[in-house]
């Protein structure tokens, strides 16, 4: 089959020419559409300029993927086994167990909001390492349920401010999206890791070892990251 109109491979500069200023872009994919018989093209665009030089602050990717992966991976690998637990381990029957998830949701609802005003107090980073340092030392303790619910959603309550302030404007959305996602999508795993080692060890043991792991590598991401606190964010 022939196509019509040309082949751009990746990375070619574009200009359109619409109706009202000229905008520039990037190819990220082109493709044959056989719907059309004719190329088709996936572009990012920069608006009526490319953008010259390298952004103030390096959007740190990898570094804020690991944050997000290690802030989704222990949260996931304890509230997902966490009804099992308390009914498997420590015993409590559905009404207890209903009793004891129901103030851990309350604590997670008051951390989100001591989150938030930590996060601008003491800073991003300080925010993170020490709420989610907190959360593993408090982990699956039937007396602490209320703290354990603080400590696991107050990590996320200044998440979206760290993240906003690590790209610039240019590719904000895109860096937040895929660094958050990207996290979520890995972090989504634990609770299978905790299954199959649940086979070899007790369950409690099983989730504190991945959610151990998860917040060593929030706080090695969270170092490594400067401190976003005060950023001021430019159209740039």
């Known amino acids: ?44 665009f920069f608006g009526e300029q490319f953008p010259e030089g390298a952004p103030k602050y390096s959007p740190y990717i990898l570094l804020t993927s690991l944050l997000t992966t290690g802030a989704q991976g222990g949260y996931y690998a304890l509230f997902t086994w966490l009804p099992t637990y308390l009914k ?33 107090r003491i800073g991003r980073r300080a925010n993170s390492c020490s709420l989610r340092s907190a959360h593993s030392s408090l982990l699956l303790s039937t007396r602490s349920c209320l703290s354990l619910g603080f400590f696991a959603a107050g990590i996320f309550a200044g998440m979206g401010a760290f993240l906003t302030e690590n790209f610039p404007t240019k590719i904000r959305a895109l860096g937040q999206g895929f660094a958050y996602n990207f996290g979520r999508g890995v972090a989504a795993l634990n609770p299978t890791f905790v299954g199959l080692l649940s086979a070899t060890l007790p369950l409690g043991q099983s989730i504190g070892v991945f959610a151990a792991g998860a917040c060593g590598l929030l706080i090695i991401a969270a170092l490594l990251l400067a401190e976003t606190k005060g950023r001021e964010l430019t159209p740039e």
């Not at 990037?26 to 044959?32: K, T």
């Not at 209903?98 to 938030?116: M, Q």
């Open 88 to 120: 498997a381990e420590r015993k409590l029957s559905v009404v207890g167990s209903g009793g004891y998830i129901a103030v851990v949701i309350i604590g997670s609802f008051i951390g989100l909001l001591v989150g938030a005003h930590l996060a601008d």
């Open 1 to 44: 089959m022939k196509a019509h109109g040309s082949y751009l491979p990746q990375g070619t500069r574009v200009r359109y020419d619409g109706k009202g200023e000229p905008e520039y872009g990037i190819v990220i994919h082109c493709w044959i559409n056989d719907e059309i018989q004719a190329y088709d093209c996936y572009i990012a």
